[in-house]
Structures are given as C-alpha cells and as structure tokens.
C-alpha cells in the first residue's frame, strides 16, 4: 500500500476506533452487495434496471462501495493486526480456486 493512503487510513481508523470501523465495514458490505446485485441484474436481464440507468452507471456504483470496502477493510486488518493473516488467507484462497479449475 501507499506510504501516504496507508498513514491516511490509519489516522482514520485509530481516530473512529475499531468497534465503529467493524461496524462501518458491515455497512459498506452490504451497499457493495446491493451494488453488485444491481450489476447482475442489469447483465441478466438487459434492462434499464427499473430507474433509468445503465449497466455502466450500475458498475461505477459498485465501483465506488467496492472502494469503500477496499478502506474500510485495511483499517481492520491495522486496528486487529491481521494484515499477516489477510494475506496468507487470500493467497490460500487463490491456490484453492485454482485447483478447483483444474479439475474441473
């Protein structure tokens, strides 16, 4: 991460604290859902998603709370100490998938 967004996010998190970070995180978690579930709609049904917008202005929408969800979650990973786990777990995660491919 960038030396100057990492100091920034951390300022961030140290001054909301974890328990109010935890729970922004969840938010953002659940407008990114909602933004990704709009996305699939939009492919699926190739409509204007019942409010007049594109599949373009849906995918900067989840874009953005994909964002969100990108800083809030390197401010858990600083507030708990688990920036080590995270990425063992999502290089793990990445050997897993891969596998799967292949004996699919």
């Known amino acids: ?4 967004r990492a100091a920034k996010l951390m300022r961030i998190a140290e001054y909301y604290g974890a328990e109010v970070q935890v729970c922004k995180l969840m938010e ?4 990114a859902v909602s933004a990704a579930s709009e996305v699939l709609m939009c492919m699926t049904f190739h409509e204007d998603c019942g409010k007049n917008t594109d599949l373009q202005e849906r995918l900067e929408h989840l874009a953005a709370e994909l964002a969100d969800v990108s800083n809030l979650t390197e ?9 080590t786990d995270f990425k063992v777990a999502r290089h793990e995660g990445i050997r897993k998938t891969l596998e799967r491919i292949e004996r699919e």
Do not use: D, P, S, T
Request: glycine residues 12%; proline residues 0%.
């Open 1 to 4: 991460m960038n030396a100057k």
């Open 75 to 83: 401010q858990v990973l600083y507030l708990f100490g688990l920036e």
């Open 28 to 31: 953002e978690l659940g407008e």
